[in-house]
């Protein structure tokens, strides 16, 4: 079975910092494109950053530009998503999420991504 577990989430103040990370099994995360997504309560389910297959091109929302930054570890076969500078519109359960079958992760919709991991909670408040 593929799977990614989500960790890395947790309490932190404005202005704090957080790696999240993402680590797969069954797959090798070079080889599908992976995304990182959130989703606070009331609100949809959105994309923060996603990182291509491969070549590893990143790929950024207004969300997380210039803020969060995707990197990735194949030897760990883990994706990191490090978050700095977070406000509390930031507070929402982050996912990581693969897609098969693609190798560029923008322009793809959240429901198109085929394996979920269950999410890590990020809180963000003094």
């Known amino acids: 079975q593929l799977h990614v577990v989500e960790s890395g989430g947790g309490l932190v103040q404005p202005g704090g910092s957080l790696r999240l990370s993402c680590t797969a099994s069954?797959?090798?995360?070079?080889?599908?494109?992976i995304g990182w997504f959130r989703q606070a309560p009331g609100k949809e389910r959105e994309e923060v950053a996603c990182?291509?297959?491969?070549?590893?091109?990143?790929h950024y929302t207004n969300s997380g530009e210039g803020r969060f930054t995707m990197s990735r570890d194949n030897a760990m076969n883990t994706v990191y998503l490090q978050m700095n500078n977070l406000s509390p519109e930031d507070t929402a359960r982050y996912y990581c999420a693969a897609l098969d079958g693609y190798f560029r992760c923008s322009g793809y919709e959240a429901r198109e991504y085929d394996y979920w991991g269950q999410g890590t909670q990020v809180t963000v408040s003094s």
């Open positions: 990182m291509s297959a491969g070549d590893g091109i990143t």
């Open positions: 069954g797959f090798r995360v070079g080889l599908y494109a």
